[in-house]
């Protein structure tokens, strides 16, 4: 049977060759389709551009009279911008291109005001168009291509002593760590002086952290998703929950292991997701290790009451949070999301078009160079579900106050 098609195939080929007429055509004649690059989502900026580029033709300013009908937990989340806004810490961060803190914190009132007069649907947009200057994210293409991935808040069980079925820690962080100005892990304090801080296989296997344990949790794969997400909320053996918030990292830059297990044939690309990863590995346990130890980013945590919080320290709102990379993005501002993003219907997840405005308030070990956005989904399962079917293209805008 492989031979009969192999023929035809060939038979095929030469009657394309030499063309419907007899005339032989040469293999230089034929064009070539080029093959589609895959996009570089982390390609990293140009030396001294910025991430966003200001609109100035109205007819590239999108319609935001979709979003401005939807304004749920908006203003909470513009709330929380404005207290990291205020505080002094937050103007070594501006002027970001030409926008000024004064600017970034009086676009927020600005837009909070619109909301607590009544505006929105048409008359909103309406208003955005005519008093606000819109910039888009230049992507990873210079064309404005992002990719759009989601994040959560898991709920685990656990116990803040080791016991039963709660064997696998997750750490507080380590005193011999080193930060620079910027919170930034440069490595650890030794007998030569500063030294690269060891990976997560090292960290994991040599117990260099005992005593550092600040929670235990019943599952190993459940303690990497822990790091992955950045926070967590554990559930206490008398029922009460427990935030878990992030404190630090070893410095070591995040690697995929979905990646790897594509490529090992573990899960076929197509159903690659987080629900099918914890899957995977409750029925092969024995196999965590060997694909948690490839990325050599490990997290240090902490005990922390309230809500989860960003990276600047505020809380994180369910679907008005978004993550990006902080040394290209402006922080605590005011974005306008248009992509496509997976919404619960009872069982099943359905991928729909979305547009919504949003507060860049928080940042990710992956999330990378201005062709990449993170979405906080919220807490529990079924966050859980969405942010791992959260995986599409689409744009990403700021707008700032006209001054």
């Given at each position: 049977?492989?031979a009969?098609?192999?023929?035809?195939?060939?038979?095929?080929?030469?009657?394309?060759?030499?063309?419907?007429?007899?005339?032989?055509?040469?293999?230089?004649?034929?064009?070539?389709i080029?093959?589609?690059?895959?996009?570089?989502?982390?390609?990293?900026?140009?030396?001294?551009?910025?991430?966003?580029?200001?609109i100035t033709?109205?007819?590239?300013?999108?319609?935001?009279?979709?979003?401005?009908?939807?304004?749920?937990?908006?203003?909470?989340a513009?709330?929380?911008?404005?207290?990291?806004?205020?505080?002094?810490?937050?103007?070594?961060?501006?002027?970001?291109?030409?926008?000024?803190?004064?600017?970034?914190?009086?676009?927020?009132?600005?837009?909070?005001?619109?909301?607590?007069?009544?505006?929105?649907?048409?008359?909103?947009n309406?208003?955005?168009?005519?008093?606000?200057?819109?910039?888009?994210?230049?992507g990873?293409?210079?064309?404005?291509?992002?990719?759009?991935?989601?994040?959560?808040?898991?709920?685990?069980?656990?116990?803040?002593?080791?016991?039963?079925?709660?064997?696998?820690?997750?750490?507080?962080?380590?005193?011999?760590?080193?930060?620079?100005?910027?919170?930034?892990?440069?490595?650890?304090?030794?007998?030569?002086?500063?030294?690269?801080?060891?990976?997560?296989?090292?960290?994991e296997?040599?117990?260099?952290?005992?005593?550092?344990?600040?929670?235990?949790?019943?599952?190993?794969?459940?303690?990497?998703?822990?790091?992955?997400?950045?926070?967590?909320?554990?559930?206490?053996?008398?029922?009460?929950?427990?935030?878990?918030?992030?404190?630090?990292?070893?410095g070591?830059e995040?690697?995929?292991?979905?990646q790897?297990?594509?490529q090992?044939?573990?899960?076929?690309?197509?159903?690659?997701?987080?629900?099918?990863?914890?899957a995977?590995?409750?029925?092969?346990?024995?196999?965590?290790?060997?694909?948690?130890?490839?990325?050599?980013?490990?997290?240090?945590?902490?005990?922390?009451?309230?809500?989860?919080?960003?990276?600047?320290?505020?809380?994180?709102?369910?679907?008005?949070?978004?993550?990006?990379?902080?040394s290209?993005?402006?922080?605590?501002?005011?974005?306008?999301?248009s992509?496509?993003?997976?919404?619960?219907?009872?069982?099943?997840?359905?991928?729909?078009?979305?547009?919504?405005?949003?507060?860049?308030?928080?940042?990710?070990?992956?999330?990378?160079?201005?062709?990449?956005?993170?979405?906080?989904?919220?807490?529990?399962?079924?966050?859980?579900?969405?942010?791992?079917?959260?995986?599409?293209?689409?744009r990403?805008?700021?707008?700032?106050?006209?001054?």
């Open positions: 049977m492989k009969r098609i192999s023929l035809a195939i060939g038979f095929v080929l030469v009657m394309f060759l030499i063309g419907c007429h007899g005339a032989p055509i040469l293999v230089e004649d034929i064009p070539r080029p093959k589609p690059e895959k996009p570089e989502y982390s390609k990293p900026l140009p030396p001294g551009e910025f991430a966003l580029r200001k033709d109205p007819d590239e300013i999108p319609d935001f009279t979709g979003a401005c009908l939807d304004l749920s937990n908006l203003k909470t513009i709330h929380n911008s404005l207290n990291y806004l205020k505080k002094p810490s937050s103007e070594q961060y501006f002027p970001y291109s030409d926008i000024p803190h004064q600017q970034a914190e009086d676009s927020l009132k600005a837009f909070l005001k619109l909301i607590d007069d009544g505006y929105s649907g048409e008359q909103l309406a208003l955005i168009r005519d008093r606000f200057d819109v910039y888009i994210s230049v990873c293409d210079d064309k404005g291509t992002v990719l759009f991935t989601g994040y959560y808040t898991p709920v685990f069980e656990g116990s803040p002593k080791p016991g039963g079925r709660f064997q696998y820690p997750l750490y507080g962080q380590p005193e011999d760590l080193v930060k620079d100005s910027e919170g930034n892990t440069v490595g650890r304090y030794s007998g030569d002086g500063i030294v690269s801080y060891p990976a997560r296989d090292e960290i296997s040599s117990g260099m952290l005992k005593g550092k344990e600040i929670m235990w949790l019943a599952d190993p794969f459940e303690v990497y998703l822990v790091h992955v997400q950045g926070s967590a909320k554990i559930r206490q053996p008398d029922g009460s929950l427990v935030g878990i918030g992030y404190a630090a990292n070893n070591h995040y690697k995929s292991i979905g790897q297990m594509v090992d044939g573990k899960i076929s690309r197509d159903q690659m997701s987080l629900s099918s990863m914890i995977y590995f409750k029925a092969h346990p024995d196999e965590i290790r060997e694909y948690t130890d490839l990325n050599p980013r490990f997290v240090f945590f902490r005990v922390e009451g309230g809500p989860p919080r960003g990276s600047i320290n505020e809380p994180v709102t369910a679907l008005r949070t978004i993550a990006t990379d902080k290209v993005y402006p922080r605590a501002c005011l974005a306008f999301l992509t496509t993003l997976p919404q619960a219907n009872g069982t099943d997840v359905l991928q729909k078009s979305y547009e919504g405005f949003a507060l860049d308030q928080d940042t990710g070990g992956a999330i990378r160079a201005p062709g990449r956005c993170d979405v906080y989904m919220g807490e529990g399962d079924t966050a859980g579900r969405l942010a791992g079917q959260t995986y599409k293209e689409g990403l805008y700021y707008l700032f106050i006209r001054q």
